[in-house]
Structures are given as C-alpha cells and as structure tokens.
C-alpha cells in the first residue's frame, strides 16, 4: 500500500495542512462543514485546553491521503483512563475521518494505527453518518464494539418543488395559513444575511430569544459560556469559509424567529434557532423552517438538513433519516480498562 501514518500532537502542525485538508474534504464521502479546518481550528481555540493534541495523517509516496482529527482527553481523578475522541465532538453534528476519494486502504491504515497505539484507553467516536466510509470501515476493522444510534433528518429537494409538493401538498397549504395570520397581525418579512455582512448583531438577537424561549430547562446552547464564545468566533472570520448563514422573521426591528444555518454545495443546514415566545400562538418557528424550505427549493438547492435530533417537527417535511451512529471500544486490562469501563458506565 505504500502508506505512513503520522502522528501530530500539536494544533499549529496540524493547521499546516489546511490547503490538502480542504482538498481532500469534497470527495472524502464526509460532511464538509463541521469536518473543516476553519471550525475545528475554532473549536480548539476554544476547547483545546482541555484536551491533547493526537491527529493522524496518512502519507503515500509523500503525498497527504488521509487525516484524522483527533485528541486525547485524560479521565479519572485517582485512577487515571485517557479517551480518544474526534476534535470538535459536542458542537458538531457529523465527524469522520478524511481520505482521499473515500480510500478504504487510507482508513484501513488509520485504525491500524489506532489499534497499536498505547496512550488510549477508551476510543470513543461520536456523531459518524451512517452510510459514510469512517463507520463501514471502523466497524470491519473494530467489530467488537458498542454503540449508539441517533436521528438526522434530511428533506430531499432534488426531485424540484413541483413534484415534492406533490409529495407533501399539506406543508405549503400548512405554510400560506400561518404565514397569513402572522401578516394580519404584524408586517413581517423574511431576510437572509450573509458575510461579509456584520453578523454578531444576528448573533445577540438569536442568543437572546433562544434563551428566553428555553430559560429554566437549560438546554439553550448559549447557557455555555465556551460555546457562546466559539458562536462568537463562528461568525466572524470564518463565516464565509463555512458558508455561516441567518435567516429570519423580523417586524421591523423586532426578531420574531431566527435560525443560523450554513449554505454548503447546494445544502442548507439547520443548525440553531429560536423565536420570541411572545409571537408562540403564529407558529413562528414552524412558519421559518417552511420560508427557509421554500427559498431552498426557489434556489435549486438539494436538500435541507435538519442536523441530529429526532424532534417530532422535523418530520413533517417527508424527512429522511441519514442515521447517525457513535461507536465505543475499551481496551481490555486487567486495572486501567477495568477502572475505564466502571467510571464510564453505560454508553448513551
């Protein structure tokens, strides 16, 4: 096969390959969004202090065929365990491993490498698409693992607005209804803002409504101090790279419904939103995502994803299911494994 996997074990050497990293992402069979150099360099920035560097990278005749973005976060306070992890895991919605055109030699070479490495205890790889080449290949070469299975709904927009209503008829009845009662009572408009435009207005308008709306459950994302900071660094600098994206419901001034959504290879993805709980009884949050889907399918794009999650409103758009899968594997041993497989406790 001709190949060399190389270990980094820091942030800088690893940013030295993002002109290949980029190149290889397009035909890699992965997400290219949460899987580029821009967001996971972000993410580490603002993680990266938590966790040590462990990236691999595959060479052939000299040439980078494959990276894995990965770290290592210590376990434990008196036995000590270290688990493996993709960079990035937690704001990311799909990870993998990057080879060139989808190489099963490429990756066969990554978890051979992974397998005889001693500084893991516990490999643990979270948000993996399904029918993507990093789950089929890991699960040919680890098969004696555990693993979770999650939601992520898509709307297949390919086959073109005429004929996906036909598909769907009650989302655009559904969709004329509530945007109508919502414009008898107030002049509301849809906008769409993009860099270079300023979006950290966008941003404190979104973090706003999205913790009013879930304020005392504690699942608004903004509730995180690190990740309002890496929101913060998403929509400045590396916004136009990730195709970073707002769109809304406005009265004006005032923000009814807001999503922060990127605009990638004729995709848009879903990936935060909220809306000002006042405006509750319109449906606002409902009359978005159908203005979003409408102008998706007015632009020719192929599909809206609404990311992981299996929220019931998700699916009301005829979604399919990509499936997400997170896959566990802890290394047999007579006292770290042990302790690891005790203090980690059942896999969710």
């Given amino acids: 096969m001709n190949l060399e996997v190389r270990e980094i074990r820091s942030f800088e050497d690893l940013m030295k390959l993002a ?30 202090d938590q966790h040590k560097m462990c990236s691999l990278v595959v060479l052939r005749n000299g040439e980078v065929v494959g990276i894995a973005p990965m770290m290592l976060s210590p376990r434990g306070r008196v036995m000590r365990w270290t688990k493996m992890q993709f960079l990035a895991t937690g704001p990311s919605d ?35 698409w399904k029918p993507a080449p990093t789950y089929a ?89 690190r990740m309002e900071r890496f929101l913060s660094t998403m929509v400045g600098e590396p916004a ?23 605009v990638h290879r ?3 993805l879903y990936y935060i939103s909220g809306h000002d709980s006042k405006f509750a009884h319109y449906s606002p949050g409902s009359v978005l995502r159908s203005k979003i889907l409408g102008e998706c399918l007015n632009q020719g794009f192929d599909e809206l994803d609404f990311l992981r999650g299996p929220e019931n409103h998700k699916l009301q758009y005829n979604a399919k299911d990509r499936g997400l899968i ?23």
């Fill in 266 to 268: 004729k995709r848009y």
């Fill in 137 to 225: 290949s890991f699960m040919r070469f680890f098969p004696n693992f555990e693993c979770v299975r999650g939601t992520s709904p898509y709307v297949d927009l390919s086959v073109g607005e005429e004929q996906y209503f036909n598909f769907v008829p009650g989302v655009k009845k559904h969709q004329r209804r509530y945007w109508k009662k919502l414009r008898k009572s107030y002049d509301v408009e849809y906008r769409e803002y993009y860099p270079p435009e300023d979006l950290r207005p966008r941003l404190e308008e979104l973090k706003h409504i999205n913790m009013k709306r879930w304020e005392g459950e504690g699942t608004s994302p903004f509730i995180l101090p």
């Fill in 326 to 348: 997170s896959v566990r594997l802890i290394r047999p041993g007579i006292v770290r494994g042990v302790e690891a497989s005790l203090r980690e406790g059942d896999f969710h």
């Fill in 19 to 48: 002109p290949r990293w980029r190149d290889l992402l397009p035909n890699s069979g992965e997400d290219d969004v949460f899987l580029r150099p821009e967001w996971i360099g972000s993410w580490w920035k603002n993680w990266g």
């Fill in 240 to 262: 136009a790279s990730l195709g970073l994206t707002f769109r809304g419901l406005y009265s004006g001034d005032q923000v009814i419904a807001l999503n922060l959504g990127f």
């Fill in 94 to 128: 799909h990870l993998g491993v990057i080879s060139q055109n989808q190489d099963p030699d490429v990756l066969e070479a990554i978890w051979r490498h992974v397998q005889g490495m001693k500084c893991w205890d516990v490999l643990e790889l979270r948000e993996l």
